[in-house]
């Protein structure tokens, strides 16, 4: 007599016919492999489109003007102008997420902005690059009246690493 019992010998026999007849896996691995892929190209256009990085700037910034408590100053209300007008901008040429990268880049500039004041410059310089002469006009305004040591502006500077 055997210690096996008859049941797993049937089982044996029904699950191995089973096993044999399912094939190579390797089509199940290039499937998963394109899903991934298709993921990564959709998930790439998503994220290189303007509005996704202007809203990314925007929820960085507010998260950090938040933990000051300054939600309702002027250069949020400034920044906004900015961040619209570069939307609009991107959206009328046909830029894609990296061109807008590459025109908010001065304000990520941890060497050239010191102060407040450098900080609206480069809002000057970001408004001239997109040709809104109003928007720049109205930032030089402001880049002359605004305080060195407004907490704010520290707390944006403290962020950016300056």
């Known amino acids: 007599m055997s210690d096996v019992p008859v049941s797993v010998t049937a089982a044996a026999e029904v699950v191995q016919p089973v096993a044999e007849s399912s094939g190579s896996i390797w089509g199940y691995v290039a499937g998963g492999i394109a899903l991934l892929v298709l993921a990564g190209i ?24 938040k933990k000051l408590g300054i939600e309702n100053s002027d250069f949020v209300v400034d920044l906004d102008k900015l961040l619209d007008s570069v939307l ?22 941890s060497k050239r902005i010191k102060t407040a004041r450098d900080m609206y410059q480069a809002m000057i310089y970001i408004a001239n690059e997109i040709k809104d002469a109003s928007l720049a006009r109205e930032f030089k ?7 060195a040591s407004s907490p704010l502006m520290a707390g944006l500077l403290k962020r950016a690493g300056i």
């Open 42 to 65: 959709w998930g790439y256009k998503k994220i290189n489109k303007p509005a996704f990085i202007i809203n990314q700037v925007r929820k960085r910034n507010m998260k950090e003007i």
């Open 88 to 109: 609009e901008f991107a959206n009328e040429n046909g830029k894609n997420g990296g061109d807008v990268i590459k025109l908010l880049a001065p304000m990520n500039d």
């Open 141 to 147: 305004n402001k880049s002359k009246q605004v305080k």
